[in-house]
């Protein structure tokens, strides 16, 4: 048996009940077979994989906090630090109620991979709780945020472990941590990212995860002779990623006729009304049926068991932006049969691995998330660099540095498939270019 079916099959054991991770772990090992086959006595003897599919350290701990009634809440916390091989842990936290210790690990494992392709010095964790900010009060929500932080705060520091956003952790989520952070610990520093800018965030962090994804995309149609001018896109989430991939596929000429939430999904045959969604999702914390209700050329779908959403919509090009595994092989035959002829994933791992196969076999150019989206993290770490020189950089700055690290991305994960023989899978070159520069860095710092 090949050293990588040895180590799948004993990660498989061994974490049986973690479906995400291993679907993550499944799709990197398997990508990077020409790699491993090419040094797989040195690899297998310094049990390379092994460390690589373990966390160096994972917490889990009990979030207990007050709700308006005076009733005491339970909620599970977890910060997994997969991997610190080139620098401290990076990698956001997501509240959602789905949240449990094989998804933070899937996470962690991917940012592994994305954060050595951003080119900057930052190692791969993820953290988060069950959680559910949706339908609380302000003062609910700092009640868990600071509870969380409270906890967390012995494990994070801003040369050790820099959380930052993901699904349900905004801005207000990032901003009470930040200030209970500070009341603890008695340092004022760049622990967290994603902070507000009179606190020591970054301009464009908040665009930057949307804005990349098209980064990226655009450079990815170029580079094959297609370009985004006049394509009707479809988009899902109607979160941060989602807007600001609708805004900039805007700027860059394309037309987004979609998105969704968690209860239903928007067709506009006009294209989205950005500052509309924005006023919705980001000022009201509302559903998009009241984006449907101020808009005529809107059509508001509930979400129904079964029914496959905005990807029935005909469209060139499709944009994943919600979460992971929501599209789905028939989802790929259905874009495939209407003429798509780009995916670029703006979530973590949307996309299941049958689909993935079935978009690349049948021609479609495929971005993977873990380069498509490293824009949001790279920001990050622009921030975190901001933070240690007690300066702030313009929009301008910042976003010309977001455009040119996600441009050295796709030309990264473009280089690494024509070098291992499969050219334009984006996949396999994305997963081969991360894992290069950690597993030289890992092998130069011994066993550890
Ligand atoms: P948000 O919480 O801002 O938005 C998430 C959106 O997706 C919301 O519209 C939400 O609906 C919808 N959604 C979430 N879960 C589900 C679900 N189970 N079924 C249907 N819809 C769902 O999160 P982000 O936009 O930050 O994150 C979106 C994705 O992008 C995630 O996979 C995240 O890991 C990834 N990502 C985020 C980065 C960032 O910088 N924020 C960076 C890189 C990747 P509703 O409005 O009803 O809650
Ligand atoms: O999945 C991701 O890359 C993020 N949620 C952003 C992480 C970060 O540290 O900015």
């Known amino acids: ?30 990508s990077l ?28 701990f009990r979030v207990p906090w007050v709700d308006d009634n005076g009733q005491v809440q339970v909620n599970t916390g977890y910060r997994v630090q997969f991997n610190s091989a080139i620098g401290p842990y990076k990698g956001g936290l997501r509240l959602h109620p789905s949240v449990n210790i094989g998804i933070i690990k899937f996470l962690g494992f991917e940012q592994i991979f994305k ?26 929500v700092m009640a868990f945020c600071q509870s969380f932080m409270t906890e967390l705060c012995k494990y994070i520091g801003a040369d050790t472990d820099v959380p930052a956003g993901d699904i349900g952790t905004g801005a207000r989520e990032i901003g009470y941590m930040f200030g209970q ?27 930057a995860t949307g ?14 002779g297609k370009s985004l001018e006049g394509k009707i896109c479809a988009v899902s989430g109607a979160g941060n990623v989602a807007i600001y991939a609708i805004q900039k596929a805007q700027q860059l000429g394309a037309k987004p006729v979609t998105c969704s939430d968690s209860t239903g999904w928007i067709y506009d045959s006009e294209g989205i009304d950005v500052d509309l969604l924005k006023e919705v999702k980001e000022v009201k914390r509302a559903r ?8 005529p050329s809107a059509e ?21 932006c919600a979460t992971q595994n929501e599209l789905d092989l028939d989802d790929a035959k259905a874009l495939v049969a209407n003429g798509c002829f780009a995916v670029a994933e703006g979530a973590n791992m949307p996309t299941t691995l049958e689909a993935t196969k079935y978009l690349q076999e049948n021609g479609i150019l495929f971005a993977p998330g873990k380069a498509s989206n490293a824009g949001g993290v790279a920001t990050s770490a622009l921030e975190m660099s901001q933070n240690s020189e007690r300066l702030s950089w313009t929009f301008e700055e910042v976003d010309g540095k977001l455009k040119d690290i996600m441009v050295n991305i796709f ?4 280089s690494a498939a024509k070098k291992y023989g499969c050219d334009g899978d984006y996949v396999a070159g994305a997963n081969i270019a991360g894992f290069e520069k950690v597993v030289d860095a890992m092998l130069a710092q011994g066993v550890c």
Request: proline share 4%; with cysteine.
């Open 1 to 30: 048996m090949s050293y990588v079916d040895e180590v799948l099959e004993r990660v498989r054991t061994k974490n049986a009940s973690e479906p995400e991770f291993l679907q993550a772990v499944d799709e990197v090992l398997n």
């Open 33 to 60: 077979r020409p790699v491993i086959e090419a040094n797989e006595e040195k690899f297998k003897k310094e049990a390379l994989l092994e460390r690589l599919c373990e966390p160096e350290r994972q917490f889990k």
């Open 115 to 140: 954060n050595s392709l951003t080119g900057l010095p930052i190692g791969g964790g993820k953290g988060g709780s069950d959680f559910d900010p949706k339908g609380k009060s302000d003062r609910e």
């Open 181 to 207: 952070y500070k009341r603890i610990r008695g340092v004022y520093e760049g622990v967290l990212t994603g902070k507000g800018l009179s606190y020591g965030g970054s301009l464009a962090r908040t665009e």
């Open 211 to 224: 804005y990349g994804l098209l980064y990226f995309t655009d450079e990815m149609l170029k580079s094959n």
């Open 288 to 295: 998009l049926s009241e984006y449907a209700a101020k808009r």
């Open 300 to 320: 508001y779908h509930e979400k129904k068991a079964g029914e496959h959403g905005v990807w029935t919509v005909k469209c060139d090009v499709a944009l994943p």
């Open 411 to 414: 030309r990264s994960a473009d």
